[in-house]
């Protein structure tokens, strides 16, 4: 009598198999009776291996390593891997997992989405708080802004109130023999050359740093304006020293071509200058107002009431409008202006008609030549 096994379905599938494939799907039905069997200790083994990973991960997302007290500046520089970045906010305490946080940018896909620059971090952010600012680009700046027309000595003194740089530091930046060859600035101090504006003074960077920054800009501004022009006859440090006497002098920006108009006349006719500004530089600040016969008489190198012709430079930095205005003046025939008390000046083209303007607007008949040109 034959007889005949009858195989289950599986086994009839399991023949169809591969060698290979028989022993891994042997291995897997035999896994899988014995998760059924052990279900009641594995599974609670599970969640647990599940739960305590899943716990630590949202710890590290809603805490913070501190209280804010640690501040760190951190920058990543481009070709720089966010896992670098990680691992020193890591050792800087300012979060606690670097494998954590990196694995957390790449669940929200953001490890190609930040930004490189220098970035300040403290303890007390969160993970998801330092990667939203890397995300958004918001880098740290530690900004100082030069008005057109300071000094050095002034913008040294906005410095150090920064807290940026000692006034003595940067000063002596501003008169560095080596970097004023190396800037090609043919002259004992920077003033003049540095250009008016906004600069981010980032960690490292040196008051020589600045200068040098400072300086490029405001070659490329004088370099843009001489290319179609001739100079009108002035050198480059002579439309600088103008430049820097208008800016002190004009209130009205719509006014300094006239009053750039003025120096160049009395040039041309051999007439001091007789600039209020030049009188102090060196002495104190020039905030416009009244200019005493004392100031007027001091004897140093820049007063114009008592020297010919320009000083011997800038005394400030001019901002390109200003320079602007002594290469493109207009041709008017005035020598005098003098304030009318609103910001904007009388224009004269004779002695006369000036006199009779310092009565009108200054209201004292003995008022000193620093009252009007």
Do not use: W
């Not at 001091?298 to 430079?313: E, M, S």
């Not at 320079?323 to 008017?332: E, G, R, S, T």
């Amino acid at each position: 009598m034959t007889q005949f096994t009858i195989y289950p379905k599986s086994s009839l599938a399991l023949q169809k198999l591969s060698f290979s494939h028989k022993v891994i799907a042997i291995i897997a039905s035999k896994i899988a009776h014995y998760l059924r069997k052990h279900r009641t200790v594995l599974l609670p083994a599970l969640f647990i291996l599940i739960l305590i990973p899943a716990g630590h991960f949202y710890l590290f997302l809603h805490g913070a390593t501190g209280n804010g007290s640690r501040v760190e500046l951190v920058e990543l520089g481009k070709g720089r891997s966010l896992r670098t970045l990680a691992a020193s906010l890591e050792s800087r305490r300012i979060i606690s997992s670097a494998r954590l946080f990196t694995l957390y940018a790449r669940i929200r896909g953001a490890d190609s989405r930040v930004k490189a620059g220098v970035y300040q971090f403290s303890d007390g952010m969160r993970p998801g708080q330092i990667l939203d600012k890397m995300i958004a680009g918001d880098v740290y700046q530690r900004l100082f802004a030069l008005p057109e027309g300071y000094s050095t000595y002034q913008a040294a003194e906005i410095l150090e109130k920064k807290g940026i740089f000692k006034k003595e530091e940067f000063l002596g930046a501003c008169s560095d023999a080596n970097l004023l060859a190396e800037l090609k600035i043919n002259a004992k101090s920077a003033e003049g050359y540095l250009c008016p504006g906004s600069y981010n003074i980032l960690p490292g960077k040196t008051p020589q740093d600045v200068v040098r920054e400072m300086a490029l800009r405001q070659r490329e501004i004088l370099e843009s304006r001489l290319k179609p022009q001739s100079g009108k006859g002035l050198t480059a440090r002579e439309i600088l020293t103008l430049a820097s006497m208008v800016e002190k002098e004009a209130v009205l920006p719509a006014e300094k071509p006239l009053i750039a108009a003025v120096f160049q006349n009395r040039l041309g006719k051999r007439m001091r200058l007789q600039s209020d500004p030049t009188a102090l530089y060196g002495v104190r600040a020039f905030t416009g107002g009244k200019v005493t016969h004392e100031d007027i008489s001091r004897q140093t190198p820049y007063n114009t009431y008592l020297i010919a012709g320009l000083p011997p430079g800038p005394i400030g930095n001019p901002g390109a409008d200003s320079i602007d205005a002594v290469l493109n003046h207009p041709a008017v025939p005035y020598l005098y202006f003098v304030a009318r008390g609103d910001g904007s000046h009388q224009f004269s083209s004779d002695l006369v008609a000036h006199n009779q303007a310092v009565q009108k607007y200054l209201k004292n008949p003995g008022a000193s030549p620093g009252e009007g040109r």
